[in-house]
């Protein structure tokens, strides 16, 4: 595994290009290394999400960027400039914080202007600067009312227009959508975006929710304790996870060890008495390996079609069902098939599969 920031895609920009650049940041927090010998690079305009676990180090990243800590080791350049030792109201980048930190009996109008009154801003200019960002999140009609008298949603573009009102050229979001329901948040994420691409500006979000950074993000990089796992545009990121971490942290992912017979298209997964088809592994031969298959690829069939397996548990989803399929010598692999209806428990099935991943004993995709 590797710390290093490096992407998938076959060009990257050169230094004119980069908004956002760390190179070998490190923090020590209580005696652990949070980040750990970090590397990113984000290009100008760019909309990328720190994603991972709980404690990974994502937060204490961010808070980096933005100058609430130190890194003790490392550097920070915005728009090609160190800002490493820079103090936050110093540095050209804006942060939303997770719970929007309004100011209760503040209008809307006035919780967006605050920034710009801190810096003696002329009146006149915070007038037209906070009304210019208020149209921006739609909120005109709102700019008299209090925080509490608006939405959850609101508050959020209140927040962002706050972030936005002050022209950074680095723009950090801090779990902007944790405290919005699931339909709202869909909603509110797709507004982040809309306006991210608008005003062009380089953005950095960090986020727990996988869907979240898939929907919406250029790039995503998964963290893992203090390190970059892999950094890559989100369906790279879900059809080819670097790592077993990343297989198993976005998305769904069945992962099993099995002896592998064969190679390319005649490729079988032996797991006790089971020899289930692969019918796409690349180039793996022979071996030793940890299997990993998305439940869309594990391809349910007739029993005799495949290895044999009996239907445990179907789950309705909706458009499509989840399914369960239990084969024997303690393997259990899901499978999205569908529609619901289709299969039931107990049914005997054939499963096959359509393509995997292989990893190493390190856990690193071959």
């Known amino acids: 595994m590797t710390s290093s920031a490096t992407s998938e895609s076959p060009t990257r920009a050169d230094a004119r290009d980069l908004g956002l650049t760390l190179r070998g940041v490190g923090k020590v927090l ?10 990113l690079e984000v290009e100008r305009g760019e909309l990328v999400c720190l994603l991972g676990p709980s404690g990974c180090g994502k937060t204490t990243t961010l808070r980096m960027i933005s100058g609430f800590l130190t890194p003790d080791s490392g550097s920070i350049m915005i728009d090609g400039v160190d800002v490493t030792r820079v103090p936050p109201e110093k540095r050209p980048t804006a942060m939303v914080f997770q719970n929007y930190a309004l100011w209760p009996h503040m209008s809307v109008f006035d919780n967006v202007a605050y920034p710009l009154k ?4 002329p009146r006149r200019e915070i007038t037209e600067r906070v009304h210019e ?7 005109m009609h709102h700019e008299k009312s209090r925080p509490a008298r608006i939405s959850g949603g609101e508050q959020q573009r209140v927040a962002l227009a706050r ?3 002050q022209r950074p050229k680095a723009l950090l979001l801090d779990e902007p959508l944790s405290n919005l329901d699931a339909k709202l948040r869909v909603r509110v994420r797709e507004d ?22 898939l929907s919406i993000s250029d790039r995503v990089a998964v963290m893992n304790s203090g390190r970059i796992e892999q950094y890559s545009a989100p369906v790279d990121l879900y059809q080819r996870p670097a790592t077993r971490f990343v297989g198993g942290f976005v998305g769904a992912m069945n992962t099993f060890e099995a002896r592998l017979s064969g190679s390319g298209g005649a490729l079988v997964a032996v ?17 030793d390996r940890t299997v990993g298959v998305r439940p869309e690829n594990v391809i349910i069939s007739d029993p005799a079609d495949g290895a044999p397996g ?3 548990r179907s789950i309705p989803r909706g458009h499509f069902t989840e399914l369960v399929i239990d084969l024997g010598d303690d393997l259990t692999l899901r499978s999205f ?19 995997a991943l292989i990893y190493d004993t390190e856990g690193s995709l071959v």
């Open 30 to 39: 209580g005696g652990r290394d949070i980040v750990d010998d970090l590397d």
């Open 118 to 121: 801190l810096r003696k801003t």
């Open 133 to 139: 960002m208020l149209t921006l999140v739609n909120l």
């Open 163 to 165: 972030a936005l009102v």
């Open 192 to 213: 982040i975006r809309e306006i991210q691409q608008r005003l062009g500006i380089t953005t950095v979000i960090v986020t727990h929710d996988q869907d979240e950074a």
């Open 271 to 287: 797991v006790g008495s089971s020899r289930i088809p692969i019918k796409d592994a690349g180039t793996v031969t022979d071996g």
């Open 310 to 312: 009996v239907i445990s």
């Open 337 to 355: 098939a569908g529609p619901t209806g289709a299969h039931h428990d107990g049914d005997q099935v054939g499963v096959r599969i359509d393509s």
